[in-house]
C-alpha cells in the first residue's frame, strides 16, 4: 500500500474517501454522483484506491459496491482527511420506493432494512458476534446471549455477510439470520406486511428489541 497520505493529495480519491467516512458501500454511479466527477474518472480512481488496499469491493448480485472495510485503514484515513479542506459533496437523493422498504423487510430469509443493520451493529457492540471478511461469527458470550434469550443457534456459527441494498452496510444473513427472523415472527415481536416484503414491528417488539439489544424504534 502506498502512503494513505500520498493517496489522498488527490482532490477526486479524497472527494471518494471523504464519502467513505459513513462506514457505507456505494456503487460507482452514487460515488460519481456526490464527488461531482464523471463515471469513467471515478471508476479509474477507484480501481487504484482498491489497488492500493485502501478500499474494498463487495458484490452483491450483479452490481459491485465500494468501502473501506479495515478499521486501521479507516482510521488512518480519517486522521489524514481531517487536516485537509473539506471536499464538496453533494448530498445523495434517496427516492420514495427505497425510503419506503428501507425501515424493516425481509431479505430472502432474513432481516434486512434498517432494522437489520442496527440488530447486526448491536450484537457486535455488545460482543456477542464478530464480523469477519465474509461472515459474522458467534462468541461464546454471544452462546450465552442467544441461549438465554431463548434461541437455539445453528450447529454452524459463521453466518454470512449481507450488504444491504438501502443501508449500504451489512445484515445478517444466513443460518443465523433465518433462526432471528423465524423467532422474531413468531413471538410477535414483527409481522410481516401482507403482499410485501416489508416488515412492521410490533409494540411488543419494540419493548424487547430496546430490552435485549438497546435499539430505540
Known amino acids: 500500500m502506498k502512503n494513505v497520505v500520498e493517496m489522498i493529495q488527490s482532490q477526486e480519491q479524497r472527494s471518494i474517501l471523504a464519502i467513505l467516512q459513513d462506514e457505507r458501500f456505494y456503487p460507482v454511479g452514487d460515488l460519481a454522483y456526490m464527488a461531482g466527477m464523471s463515471v469513467k474518472d471515478t471508476r479509474g480512481h ?3 484506491l482498491v489497488g492500493e488496499n485502501i478500499i474494498n469491493t463487495e458484490n452483491n448480485g450483479r452490481h459491485s459496491y465500494y468501502g473501506i472495510e479495515d478499521t486501521a485503514t479507516a482510521a488512518r484515513v480519517a486522521e489524514v482527511l481531517n487536516s485537509m479542506p473539506k471536499p464538496d459533496i453533494r448530498p445523495l437523493k434517496q427516492d420514495a420506493k427505497k425510503s419506503a422498504v428501507g425501515d424493516a423487510r425481509t431479505c430472502y430469509s432474513h432481516i434486512a432494512g434498517e432494522l437489520g443493520v442496527r440488530l447486526a451493529e448491536s450484537l457486535m457492540e ?3 458476534i464478530v464480523k469477519g471478511e465474509q461472515e459474522f461469527n458467534v462468541t461464546e458470550k454471544g452462546e450465552s446471549f442467544f441461549c438465554d434469550l431463548g434461541i437455539v443457534l445453528p450447529k454452524k456459527k459463521g453466518s454470512r455477510k449481507c450488504l444491504d441494498w438501502t443501508e449500504r452496510r451489512h445484515h445478517i444473513a444466513g443460518s443465523l439470520g433465518r433462526t432471528l427472523l423465524e423467532r ?6 414483527i409481522e410481516r406486511v401482507s403482499e410485501s416484503r416489508s416488515l412492521k414491528v410490533t409494540n411488543e417488539g419494540e419493548k424487547q ?3 435485549n439489544f438497546a435499539i430505540d424504534i
Open 209 to 211: 428489541l430496546k430490552r
Open 126 to 128: 455488545h460482543g456477542y
Open 46 to 48: 477507484i480501481a487504484e
Open 184 to 189: 422474531f415472527l413468531e413471538w410477535g415481536w
